[in-house]
Each structure stands twice: as structure tokens, then as C-alpha cells.
């Protein structure tokens, strides 16, 4: 009895004694993640100017939740996630400042969870590569703290595939063991998949193709069942308001593929390699190819994924390497080979998935030559990582500011609006009528087009009781039932107004 107490009592203090040291060997492996992260946040705040202004798509997000102008026309592809991510901030501030710090905190924490998830099945020290090799492009930075959904799907594609896996989705060597251990991955599973579909359903299903296939092939039916879950909790919304709104899911889908020029095929990768250099839509997508310095990195990622192939196959844990490029391979896929156009936002998250297994392979690399010569590769390795940040940061600062000067163009139109006595409420149509009537805080129309939402009798019969304007550009004649309204130049527009008020 003695000795079974002492026994019993040497254990208790066992535990107690080695549960410090357990939380403190959690903090130090979630450490360089948080760093990475606060980082990324950090660099968001600092680099990407908070007052840059609000961007075409970003303002038609803001407006459906914004006090401070009419809701803009919300097209088929769009979804309703972005608009409820920042329903917090901007349904009482008009603040564009206090939006982006808003939507850079919350991105970099975003990134901290994502990559945690992966715990257990990478090293701390590949998770933390990986996570500065996705935070540090700019087209990451450039969108984390902006009201659009391609990071966001970005963010939910990683953390879904390391759910997934941890669930047990494939039970050989540590993958198996990180799903028995981690009960919470099939919620995580869920709540990542929720999250692609809240922001883009069509985008989170061609995320998840494999897993799906994965999924039914293994017989993994409790993954398999929530990760449906999650993608129906997400898209529900998206499909009622199909019907609701849009005459139904197979028209809005028709209508969706149709605003982007028609699904189909179209080889875009040349496309894709022109934004590069910080377009931030490339449509038309015309002219040279940027300079090479600009889109090396782009060409060196099919060959890390090839040595992270190999490297995992040494290393018997093909699930966790092979599963990431896959699910990177069919989110590009539609961006690469179905659309007639480009912007670098769309493969955001397939730049997230290759993360990882890029990371291992760059890790792997001073292990290939001979031990006298791993000096030599850790420091073309390094010298190749900074040319390729210092890159990223040249095409991050032009991009910022020549964004910056698009959307001030904007605020100056909105300023001559409102001093020529057009003030809300009020009617806006014509050349980017969209933008510069949440600027204005004015409603949009339009007549024609995928953003076509009245008629011109409609516009007519409001500017008899509201001030309206049409924008239209330099040289170009005014629509019939503007002909008659004082006008104004401004830069490449000119402006075509009436104030019922001032008896115009």
C-alpha cells in the first residue's frame, strides 16, 4: 500500500512537473508562427498605405453594409462573405483607414491559424518559411488588408488541407497520428471550408476537388461528410439568393461565366505572367512579357514542387507533400486555362498551398550536395530569397502607388460632383460609375453591360428628383437624355449634371 501511493504520488508529481513544460514547448513551437504573422500584419500596415482608398470591386462589397452610400449592383460571380467580413467596421465608420488596419489585423491572424493547423505534420521551421514565402509576395500583401475575397479563400484552401489530413484522411505514418490526436481538425475542416464558399463557392469547390475525389476513393466518409458540410454552410446563402435574385443557380452560374467572358477554354498563362509586374487586372491582357527579374520566381515553383516531391517520397510521407500541390493545381486550373483574362489575385490560393511543400524543399536543398559544399548552397539560397523579397517589395511599392493615384482621381471627381451641387442623394452612370458613386455617396446605374440595372427612361425620371450625373469620357457624346444638362470637363471625363433643386 506504501509503496503503490509513493508510486501513485511520484506520478502526480511527474505530470505536474511536465505540464510547464509542455505549454512552454507549445509557445516555443507556435513562436515563429506568430512572428510570421505579426510580421505579414505589420508589413500590410506599414506598406500598403491604410488611406489608399477603396478599389472598383472593393466599394460594390463595402456598399451593401456601408451607411455611407447606396448598395452598388451586386453581380452573379459575386458572393456575400467579403461584405459580411467587414460589416464590423464598415457598417458605422466610412473610414478607409480604420477598414484596412481592421482587415490587416484580421488577415494576419488568418495566416497564424492556417499555418498552425499544419503542426505536426511539417516542422515549425518549414511552417514558418512557408508562411514568409506566401506573406512576402506582393500580391499577398497587396490584398490582405483589402475588402476582396481571393486571400481569404487562400487562407481557408491551407487550412483545409492540413484539417483534412489530421482528420485521417490518409492513416500511414504521422499523418494518421496527427488525426487521432487532433479531434478539433474536423471542425477546422469545416469552418475552413465554410469560409471558401462564404467568400467564392465556385473557387472553394475547384480547392477542394481532390479532397473530394480523396475522400470518396479512401472511403473517408466522416472527412468527406464535413468538409460537404462546411461547403454547403458557406454557399447556402450564394444559392438561395440565386433564386431569389438571379432566376435561379443555373442562371447565375450562366451569368457568372458570362461576365467573365465565357468559361471555356483559354490558355492564360502568358496572361497570368503579364500581371506580374503589378497589374492588378490584365483585360485585355496585351503587350511584352514583364522582365524577367520580375517573374523568375513564378518559373521556380514547378521545380520545388518536383524536389518536394521527390524528398517526401525518401521520406515516406507523400500524403502531406502531394495533397497541398494537387489542391494547388486545380485552384489554378480555371484561372489558368478556362478565362480569357488575368489578375494575380486569382491564384492566391494556389501561391498558398505551394507554400508548404516549397519551404520543405528549400529546407532540403543544402542536404543534396556533398558537406563541404553546404555552405556554398545555404548562401545562394539565402542571396536568391532576398533578390526575390527585394523584387516582391519593388512591385508592392509601384503597385501601391500607382493604385493610390487611380483611387484619389476618384475622390476628385466625387469633390467636383459635390461642389457643382450633386450630393446625396443622388444618381451617378456612365465611365466608372460605380467607384465614383460610393466616393460621391450617390447610388450607380447603369443600362448596359454586366452591371446593367435600369433603363434610361429609369434614369430619366429619377434626375427629375434627385441631382444626377453621367460621366462619360472626353470626346464621346452624352446619352440622349443628358443632352440638355450643364456640363463640366474634368481630366479624361466630363461631366454631365442636372440639379432639379436649382431648377436645371
Same mark, same amino acid.
Given at each position: 500500500?506504501?509503496?503503490?501511493?509513493?508510486?501513485?504520488?511520484?506520478?502526480?508529481?511527474?505530470?505536474?512537473?511536465?505540464?510547464?513544460?509542455?505549454?512552454?514547448?507549445?509557445?516555443?513551437?507556435?513562436?515563429?508562427?506568430?512572428?510570421?504573422?505579426?510580421?505579414?500584419?505589420?508589413?500590410?500596415?506599414?506598406?500598403?498605405?491604410?488611406?489608399?482608398?477603396?478599389?472598383?470591386?472593393?466599394?460594390?462589397?463595402?456598399?451593401?453594409?456601408?451607411?455611407?452610400?447606396?448598395?452598388?449592383?451586386?453581380?452573379?460571380?459575386?458572393?456575400?462573405?467579403?461584405?459580411?467580413?467587414?460589416?464590423?467596421?464598415?457598417?458605422?465608420?466610412?473610414?478607409?483607414?480604420?477598414?484596412?488596419?481592421?482587415?490587416?489585423?484580421?488577415?494576419?491572424?488568418?495566416?497564424?491559424?492556417?499555418?498552425?493547423?499544419?503542426?505536426?505534420?511539417?516542422?515549425?521551421?518549414?511552417?514558418?518559411?512557408?508562411?514568409?514565402?506566401?506573406?512576402?509576395?506582393?500580391?499577398?500583401?497587396?490584398?490582405?488588408?483589402?475588402?476582396?475575397?481571393?486571400?481569404?479563400?487562400?487562407?481557408?484552401?491551407?487550412?483545409? @488541407?492540413?484539417?483534412?489530413?489530421?482528420?485521417?484522411?490518409?492513416?500511414?505514418?504521422?499523418?494518421?497520428?496527427?488525426?487521432?490526436?487532433?479531434?478539433?481538425?474536423?471542425?477546422?475542416?469545416?469552418?475552413?471550408?465554410?469560409?471558401?464558399?462564404?467568400?467564392?463557392?465556385?473557387?472553394?469547390?475547384?480547392?477542394?476537388?481532390?479532397?473530394?475525389?480523396?475522400?470518396?476513393?479512401?472511403?473517408?466518409?466522416?472527412?468527406?461528410?464535413?468538409?460537404?458540410?462546411?461547403?454547403?454552410?458557406?454557399?447556402?446563402?450564394?444559392?438561395?439568393?440565386?433564386?431569389?435574385?438571379?432566376?435561379?443557380?443555373?442562371?447565375?452560374?450562366?451569368?457568372?461565366?458570362?461576365?467573365?467572358?465565357?468559361?471555356?477554354?483559354?490558355?492564360?498563362?502568358?496572361?497570368?505572367?503579364?500581371?506580374?509586374?503589378?497589374?492588378?487586372?490584365?483585360?485585355?491582357?496585351?503587350?511584352?512579357?514583364? #522582365?524577367?527579374?520580375?517573374?523568375?520566381?513564378?518559373?521556380?515553383?514547378?521545380?520545388?514542387?518536383?524536389?518536394?516531391?521527390?524528398?517526401?517520397?525518401?521520406?515516406?510521407?507523400?500524403?502531406?507533400?502531394?495533397?497541398?500541390?494537387?489542391?494547388?493545381?486545380?485552384?489554378?486550373?480555371?484561372?489558368?486555362?478556362?478565362?480569357?483574362?488575368?489578375?494575380?489575385?486569382?491564384?492566391?490560393?494556389?501561391?498558398?498551398?505551394?507554400?508548404?511543400?516549397?519551404?520543405?524543399?528549400?529546407?532540403?536543398?543544402?542536404?543534396?550536395?556533398?558537406?563541404?559544399?553546404?555552405?556554398?548552397?545555404?548562401?545562394?539560397?539565402?542571396?536568391?530569397?532576398?533578390?526575390?523579397?527585394?523584387?516582391?517589395?519593388?512591385?508592392?511599392?509601384?503597385?501601391? #502607388?500607382?493604385?493610390?493615384?487611380?483611387?484619389?482621381?476618384?475622390?476628385?471627381?466625387?469633390?467636383?460632383?459635390?461642389?457643382?451641387?450633386?450630393?446625396?442623394?443622388?444618381?451617378?452612370?456612365?465611365?466608372?460609375?460605380?467607384? @465614383?458613386?460610393?466616393?460621391?455617396?450617390?447610388?450607380?446605374?447603369?443600362?448596359?453591360?454586366? #452591371?446593367?440595372?435600369?433603363?434610361?427612361?429609369?434614369?430619366?425620371?429619377?434626375?427629375?428628383?434627385?441631382?444626377?450625373? @453621367?460621366?462619360?469620357?472626353?470626346?464621346?457624346?452624352?446619352?440622349?437624355?443628358?443632352?440638355?444638362?450643364?456640363?463640366?470637363?474634368?481630366?479624361?471625363?466630363?461631366?454631365?449634371?442636372?440639379?432639379?433643386?436649382?431648377?436645371?
Amino acid at each position: 500500500m506504501a509503496g503503490s501511493a509513493h508510486a501513485t504520488l511520484g506520478g502526480i508529481r511527474r505530470e505536474r512537473s511536465r505540464r510547464p513544460s509542455d505549454r512552454t514547448g507549445g509557445l516555443r513551437t507556435e513562436a515563429p508562427l506568430a512572428a510570421v504573422a505579426a510580421a505579414f500584419t505589420l508589413a500590410q500596415l506599414l506598406l500598403v498605405r491604410p488611406g489608399m482608398g477603396l478599389g472598383w470591386d472593393e466599394t460594390v462589397y463595402v456598399s451593401q453594409v456601408s451607411a455611407h452610400a447606396p448598395a452598388a449592383f451586386f453581380s452573379a460571380p459575386r458572393s456575400r462573405g467579403v461584405s459580411l467580413l467587414v460589416a464590423p467596421i464598415a457598417s458605422w465608420s466610412s473610414s478607409t483607414a480604420l477598414l484596412r488596419i481592421y482587415l490587416a489585423c484580421l488577415s494576419g491572424l488568418a495566416l497564424y491559424l492556417a499555418l498552425r493547423a499544419w503542426r505536426g505534420l511539417f516542422p515549425v521551421r518549414v511552417l514558418a518559411l512557408a508562411g514568409a514565402l506566401f506573406a512576402s509576395l506582393w500580391v499577398t500583401l497587396f490584398y490582405g488588408p483589402q475588402a476582396m475575397p481571393n486571400y481569404w479563400v487562400a487562407v481557408g484552401a491551407l487550412a483545409a @488541407v492540413a484539417c483534412f489530413l489530421r482528420a485521417g484522411a490518409d492513416r500511414a505514418g504521422p499523418v494518421a497520428r496527427a488525426g487521432r490526436a487532433d479531434r478539433g481538425a474536423l471542425w477546422g475542416l469545416a469552418a475552413s471550408a465554410a469560409l471558401m464558399a462564404w467568400m467564392r463557392p465556385m473557387d472553394a469547390v475547384w480547392a477542394v476537388l481532390p479532397l473530394l475525389a480523396l475522400g470518396l476513393l479512401r472511403g473517408r466518409r466522416r472527412a468527406l461528410c464535413v468538409l460537404l458540410a462546411g461547403l454547403a454552410a458557406g454557399a447556402v446563402e450564394w444559392v438561395i439568393e440565386a433564386y431569389v435574385g438571379y432566376g435561379g443557380l443555373a442562371r447565375r452560374l450562366s451569368d457568372g461565366s458570362a461576365i467573365q467572358g465565357g468559361i471555356g477554354w483559354h490558355l492564360a498563362v502568358a496572361d497570368q505572367l503579364r500581371s506580374l509586374d503589378g497589374r492588378t487586372l490584365c483585360r485585355p491582357c496585351t503587350g511584352a512579357l514583364p #522582365n524577367p527579374v520580375l517573374i523568375v520566381w513564378w518559373c521556380v515553383l514547378p521545380l520545388l514542387a518536383v524536389l518536394a516531391s521527390a524528398a517526401a517520397l525518401r521520406a515516406r510521407r507523400t500524403a502531406a507533400t502531394a495533397l497541398p500541390l494537387v489542391c494547388a493545381a486545380t485552384a489554378a486550373f480555371p484561372y489558368l486555362f478556362l478565362i480569357g483574362y488575368a489578375a494575380p489575385r486569382f491564384l492566391l490560393p494556389a501561391y498558398a498551398l505551394l507554400a508548404v511543400p516549397a519551404a520543405q524543399a528549400l529546407m532540403t536543398l543544402p542536404d543534396l550536395p556533398r558537406p563541404s559544399r553546404r555552405p556554398v548552397v545555404v548562401t545562394l539560397v539565402c542571396l536568391g530569397l532576398a533578390a526575390h523579397l527585394a523584387v516582391q517589395l519593388a512591385v508592392l511599392v509601384r503597385t501601391v #502607388n500607382g493604385t493610390t493615384a487611380s483611387h484619389r482621381a476618384w475622390s476628385r471627381t466625387a469633390a467636383a460632383l459635390h461642389r457643382l451641387g450633386v450630393r446625396p442623394p443622388c444618381l451617378l452612370t456612365g465611365h466608372e460609375a460605380i467607384p @465614383v458613386a460610393f466616393y460621391t455617396g450617390c447610388s450607380s446605374a447603369a443600362t448596359s453591360g454586366h #452591371n446593367a440595372n435600369t433603363t434610361e427612361d429609369g434614369i430619366a425620371r429619377t434626375a427629375r428628383r434627385i441631382p444626377a450625373a @453621367v460621366l462619360v469620357p472626353a470626346g464621346a457624346r452624352p446619352p440622349g437624355y443628358a443632352r440638355d444638362w450643364a456640363s463640366a470637363p474634368l481630366g479624361e471625363v466630363r461631366l454631365y449634371y442636372v440639379v432639379p433643386e436649382a431648377g436645371s
